[in-house]
């Protein structure tokens, strides 16, 4: 968005220019000032439009944006660094350093979907997690049962016990190649925030995510914590669930993917 209001502001201050140069040679003329106030009036006022139209989807669909917390005990050795030393020197030569309990806690994102409580997000979230908490863009934080997975779409279904916002739910199938869409989640622990790009491709499959594949590309940023957090069209209207990056250093690269929304109603009326 940045890009496309510089550019109408460099094209209405060029023309400015131009008319203060012809000014200067042939003495004051009417028709330039009359013709460029009208185009630089026009280029603001698209360029106003374009930011309204990203305000209102984050506004729209913020509140209902949650972060969610999965913790899982997993076993790890007592002493990471023996595990390595024994793959130099043998088993025998480094003594076994014991392993111990830990708990792990990941992050993601969800979008509340019904005022009773349920939440939409990724099945790699909460995957083997034994405790989810949920915490609310006011800052509360609940306790969240999973009512229903689906390892085939990588797709799960939350819960929690309280008077929710939920966000619109759109249409995925009327998303048009080019289409301005907005990605809000939680990208590293930092909540609410919001990213803006297109809809760079539509039914991407064979990524070797899930079995079911149907992804929307897009080159909004897309970071580690969205995942699970909602893709919206600038009506504010939820097309999709952020679930993965294409990147060769684990960072934003331009290319991420999102589960269509149509594909997610189906889990959504047997989880609810």
């Known amino acids: 968005m940045r890009e496309t209001i ?3 502001c460099a094209a209405v201050l060029g023309a400015a220019l131009w008319g203060l140069s012809v000014s200067a040679e042939r003495g004051p003329t009417r028709s330039t000032s009359a013709d460029s106030r009208p185009r630089a009036a026009a280029g603001i006022s698209e360029a106003r439009d374009l930011s309204a139209g990203f305000e209102n989807a984050a506004a729209t669909v913020s509140p209902s944006v949650v972060t969610i917390i999965a913790a899982r005990q997993v076993t790890v050795d007592e002493d990471p660094m023996l595990q390595m030393m024994r793959q130099f020197f043998g088993n025998d030569a480094v003594p076994d350093g014991g392993t111990r309990e830990e708990v792990q806690r990941a992050l993601g994102s969800g979008v509340i979907v019904s005022k009773a409580g349920h939440i939409l997000t990724n099945y790699h979230v909460v ?3 034994q405790q989810v908490t949920v915490r609310l863009s006011d800052g509360r934080k609940l306790d969240a049962r999973v009512t229903q997975v689906d390892s085939r779409t990588d797709l799960a279904v939350l819960r ?3 008077g929710l916002r939920p ?16 990605a809000v ?4 622990g930092f909540t609410s925030t919001v990213t803006a790009g297109i809809v760079s491709a539509k039914g991407r499959t064979q990524m070797g995510l899930a079995q079911r594949e149907d992804f929307i590309q897009t080159d909004a940023a897309i970071n580690p914590g969205n995942s699970g957090g909602p893709l919206v069209n600038l009506r504010g209207e939820v097309v999709g669930i952020n679930t993965a990056i294409f990147s060769q250093n684990g960072g934003y690269m331009g290319i991420g993917f999102a589960i269509p929304i ?3 109603k189906s889990i959504l009326r047997n989880g609810a």
């Open 6 to 8: 510089k550019l109408v």
């Open 127 to 129: 995957k083997g997690a």
């Open 160 to 162: 929690v016990h309280a």
């Open 167 to 182: 966000a619109p739910i759109g249409d995925s199938s009327r998303l048009r190649i080019g289409e301005w869409v907005v």
């Open 185 to 188: 989640g939680n990208p590293f």
């Open 262 to 264: 149509n594909l997610a």
